[in-house]
């Protein structure tokens, strides 16, 4: 995602709100990306960032050709940090390290910005750590907190911060993209993508063969079950004639229509 023009096609309540901060200089010292998809809220808030840190803005999106843009591409800025979990969770030697590097002077400017993905993953004390950063955050500093479950987070951060909610992001899209990481076919990976709610969850169980199996077995019971409706229709019409096997041809209609929707569901 390289503008606010391609953020708009699927975050257009987000887009704007960004944009009208960065048209009227009123930027908030944090806030907090939510939504089920955290690779869409990296790239929104690399994007916002970037557009923090140009030189040469157009209106208010990036020009890529400034000397920060091309740093920012290259992940060499400076003045932007990311912090993601070290393991399971974010510590509290990482919040204060990164308090550290935030109470020097911004060595290319008046700007420092930081993202925090998966902020919910913080300990309990480095939440409290942040939080002290919070209530006195200096001139210039911006936090960027990422996550998919932000009432994990302490209600005392999601206070000081702007809750920025994204739109769901689109399964298909999902799933093409865990088709790739995984390997996977894309029948498999699009039902994962709507099964499960988190990205990270459906990526972990396409890596287990209980997954695909259970996906196979599924089908061939419906088959199954399929065919025995279809005998007992048969076997009823032979016997008593079509009267009275009504309810055994709706019951195999049912079933049909069930068999054509689960295949449908794990296509």
């Keep these: 995602m390289q503008t606010f023009h391609e953020l708009e096609q699927t975050q257009s309540v987000i887009s704007t709100i960004l944009q009208n901060s960065l048209r009227n200089d009123r930027i908030n010292h944090a806030y907090i990306f939510t939504g089920d998809y955290e690779p869409l809220l990296l790239e929104a808030a690399h994007l916002f960032a970037k557009s923090l840190f140009c030189e040469t803005p157009v209106d208010v999106e990036p020009c890529g050709v400034c000397r920060s843009c091309?740093?920012?591409?290259?992940?060499?800025?400076?003045?932007?940090?990311?912090?993601e979990p070290d393991g399971a969770t974010i510590k509290k030697e990482q919040i204060q390290q990164l308090m550290h590097d935030l109470s020097l002077r911004g060595l290319e400017g008046d700007r420092q910005i930081y993202v925090i993905t998966q902020s919910h993953k913080m300990t309990p004390q480095a939440a409290n750590s942040l939080l002290k950063f919070f209530?006195?955050?200096?001139?210039?500093?911006?936090?960027?907190?990422?996550?998919?479950?932000?009432?994990?987070?302490?209600?005392?951060?999601r206070s000081r911060g702007q809750l920025l909610s994204f739109r769901p992001a689109d399964r298909q899209m999902i799933g093409e993209v865990l088709s790739e990481k995984t390997g996977r076919d894309h029948e498999l990976t699009q039902l994962a993508a709507r099964v499960y709610p988190k990205v990270e969850d459906a990526e972990e169980a396409l890596l287990e063969d209980w997954f695909v199996n259970a996906r196979a077995s599924v089908l061939q019971l419906m088959e199954e079950l399929a065919n025995l409706v279809r005998l007992i229709y048969h076997c009823s019409y032979k016997r008593n004639g079509w009267d009275n096997s009504r309810t055994v041809r709706m019951s195999e209609l049912v079933l049909n229509s069930s068999l054509v929707s689960s295949r449908m569901s794990y296509a």
């Design 70 to 83: 091309r740093r920012m591409e290259s992940g060499n800025l400076v003045d932007y940090y990311e912090i």
């Design 135 to 157: 209530e006195e955050p200096g001139e210039g500093k911006v936090a960027l907190l990422l996550t998919n479950q932000p009432q994990l987070l302490l209600p005392t951060i």
